[in-house]
């Protein structure tokens, strides 16, 4: 047959720049999103207290975490689409001029790092580690790998880019599927994927989040990383010589577990936040961090709390100041007006506003202010 479409080398003349331009608009703008939020949470996190991160409002973690995963899982049907607008040029040979490599180099690097944040992302939420790397130090380092190459790709297809939205996006007459479906198809899975993931953060929306891993379900309502049995901490949790000690300095008090509950007690409504993207918000109740520390003469600065747990990296987490003073920052003895259960970290926990789940400690040992 003669008559072939502007780009004979394509099996399907539908693909090109008018559908990966426009497909690169939503996944580019998500691609973003997805960095800076995922920066902030690594910012709070390593190590606790050096980036100013504000406990209020106390669901600010949980939205910027929430729209994190949800804009990662949304990129993945864009990509898929941009590619297939693409793919034949992926594959053609180049040209060996120092231009064209450079060009065909940094598209590499954006591919492969796009796909590996997506796939390592998606895998995690799952909570699913088939990997021998440290997934935050992977995913962090490649998410830098990944915006470079973007800014280097926006550079150096700017003109491409800018020719193929000022046309309209009507396919060729010998084009099969039209790019409109295409684009269409994209949107509607992109919109598919967010909402079906969007439910594990987003309580009202939890009914259509099939592609959570989490469902909600746990005991008290809540879903649970580590069980007690996991961490190794049932024996001493259930322990009747239990005690917390809060110490700054050389001053010490050590309280049992009926002691914190005759101290005045406080009700907060706060979320647990995971890095993985689920959150779930509880009322919780027990002892201000700060009126506890008051026993010890707190003047304030830095304050790490640490787990009956032995080994496991998240058995101790530290409090910036900000957080430390904050009116809802407990040391939980129940959750939902019952006694926590040992796997929400019973005999106490620390649940503090606008913190990732992972800094939230159970089975509290003992509570320290920073030299
Ligand atoms: N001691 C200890 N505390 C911990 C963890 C842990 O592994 N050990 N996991 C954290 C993580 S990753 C999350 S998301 C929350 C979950 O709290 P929950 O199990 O009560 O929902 O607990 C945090 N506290
Ligand atoms: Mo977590």
Not at 201 to 224: E, H
Not at 233 to 259: K, M
Request: include cysteine; hydrophobic fraction near 50%; aromatic fraction near 8%.
């Amino acid at each position: 047959m003669s008559g072939a479409g502007p780009e004979p080398e394509a099996p399907s003349p539908a693909r090109g720049p008018a559908i990966a331009a426009r497909a690169g608009i939503p996944l580019g703008i998500a691609i973003l999103v997805c960095f800076v939020t995922g920066l902030l949470s690594h910012w709070i996190q390593h190590p606790p207290g050096w980036f100013w991160w504000p406990a209020h409002p106390v669901w600010l973690y949980r939205f910027t975490q929430g729209l994190h995963v949800i804009t990662g899982v949304a990129a993945i049907p864009l990509l898929l689409v941009k590619l297939w607008a693409v793919y034949p040029r992926l594959f053609r040979r180049p040209r060996f001029s120092p231009l064209e490599l450079a060009e065909r180099g940094s598209i590499a690097l954006l591919v492969g790092s796009v796909i590996f944040q997506l796939t390592t992302g998606l895998v995690n939420i799952a909570q699913y580690y088939p990997w021998t790397f440290f997934f935050p130090v992977a995913h962090h380092a490649m998410a830098y790998v990944a915006v470079g190459a973007l800014a280097v790709h926006l550079a150096v297809k700017l003109p491409v880019i800018r020719d193929a939205l000022a046309r309209p996006v009507e396919s060729p007459p010998s084009a099969g599927v039209s790019r409109r479906a295409v684009l269409s198809a994209g949107g509607v899975a992109a919109a598919v994927a967010g909402l079906a993931v969007a439910g594990q953060s987003v309580p009202f929306l939890r009914w259509v989040a099939v592609l959570a891993p989490r469902s909600g379900a746990g005991p008290q309502g809540v879903p649970i990383n580590r069980t007690a049995l996991a961490a190794g901490v049932t024996d001493r949790a259930r322990d009747p010589g239990y005690r917390l000690i809060v110490a700054s300095g050389p001053r010490q008090r050590a309280f049992t577990r009926a002691e914190l509950a005759a101290l005045p007690q406080t009700t907060a409504r706060l979320p647990i936040a995971c890095v993985e993207g689920w959150s779930a918000s509880a009322e919780w109740s027990g002892v201000r961090l700060r009126e506890l520390l008051a026993v010890v003469d707190y003047r304030g600065g830095a304050v790490r709390v640490e787990s009956l747990e032995e080994a496991g990296i998240y058995r101790s987490s530290v409090l910036p100041a900000e957080h430390v003073v904050a009116a809802e920052t407990l040391i939980a003895l129940t959750i939902d007006g019952e006694t926590l259960d040992i796997d929400h970290g019973y005999p106490c926990r620390l649940i503090a506003p606008s913190r990732p789940g992972v800094l939230q400690t159970k089975w509290l040992a003992r509570i320290e202010v920073s030299a």
